[in-house]
């Protein structure tokens, strides 16, 4: 199956993401991640998309487009993925589109995880990733045990300033997709994304429940 979560900065995508990938046995492709990873490793793909995420800025298509592209064709992706945070505009919606019919595939359902925004700011500020195991926790809601808590580290771009502008860019860029998947006759599923995890998550399992198992 090929999923699209779709959703605000911080509404729980990435979290939502690496459980589903757990249930259904298909990678997560979350190309904030990917970007993150290249920026650690200092390649120039990492060094341009920097600049870009700093400032809470989409990066550009075609850099975007290439990486998913080199994804796609890894083994793991063939029974279909989980994508978390791509497409993030009308262009990357259409390229994706016409990568997966290249593939035979195209996208199996959309779920859009909805959570007000002043939820969104607190999510964000307290928001700390592991490095060794890329794993994302939250001060409050989802607290690390005391084992991991030391090496947690902060994203560059949850300053407040960053998030408000990553929202802004939201609503004008990728917002306009809740309408594009709703139009395009792809099973369409919003849930409200303001409860604890377990419950976002169990929801999403329901509603995918036929999807689910009945396609690889
Ligand atoms: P990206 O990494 O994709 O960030 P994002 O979309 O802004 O989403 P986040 O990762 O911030 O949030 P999330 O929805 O995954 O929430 P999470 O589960 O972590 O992109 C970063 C940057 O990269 C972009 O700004 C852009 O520059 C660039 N980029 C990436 N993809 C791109 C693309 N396709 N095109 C162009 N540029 C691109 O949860 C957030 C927090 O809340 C965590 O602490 C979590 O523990 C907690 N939490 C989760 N669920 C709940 C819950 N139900 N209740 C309480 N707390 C919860």
């Known amino acids: 199956m090929d999923l699209i979560l779709l959703g605000a900065p911080g509404a729980g995508k990435g979290t939502q993401g690496a459980l589903l990938a757990e249930k259904l046995g298909i990678p997560k492709i979350a190309t904030g991640d990917m ?9 120039a793909l990492g060094l341009e998309a920097k600049r870009f995420m700093d400032a809470g800025e989409l990066v550009p298509d075609e850099v975007i487009l290439g990486m998913v592209r080199e994804r796609l064709s890894q083994a ?6 989980i994508f978390d945070g791509y497409p993030r505009n009308a262009a990357q919606a259409e ?14 359902a959309v779920v859009s995880i909805d959570v007000p925004e002043d939820a969104i700011v607190e999510r964000m500020t307290g928001r700390r990733t ?7 926790y939250h001060l409050v809601h989802n607290p690390p045990s005391a084992e ?3 090496r947690l580290v902060q994203r560059d771009d949850d300053r407040e300033e960053t998030v408000r502008h990553r929202l802004q860019v939201y609503r004008t860029a990728t917002e306009p997709l809740v309408a594009y998947y ?3 006759g792809v099973p369409f599923y919003a849930v409200d994304g303001d409860r604890p995890i377990e419950q976002v998550q169990e929801e999403i399992l329901d509603l995918l429940g036929n999807d689910a198992s009945t396609t690889p």
């Not at 970007?35 to 390649?43: P, W």
């Not at 390229?95 to 199996?108: C, K, P, Q, T």
């Not at 592991?130 to 994302?136: A, F, H, L, N, S």
């Open 76 to 81: 793991d992706a063939v029974g279909g993925a």
């Open 35 to 43: 970007l993150r990873d290249a920026v650690r490793q200092g390649t």
């Open 182 to 184: 709703r139009a395009s």
């Open 148 to 150: 991991v808590r030391d």
């Open 130 to 136: 592991d490095p060794e195991t890329g794993r994302v």
């Open 95 to 108: 390229s994706l589109g016409r990568m997966l019919g290249e593939l035979d595939r195209s996208i199996d």
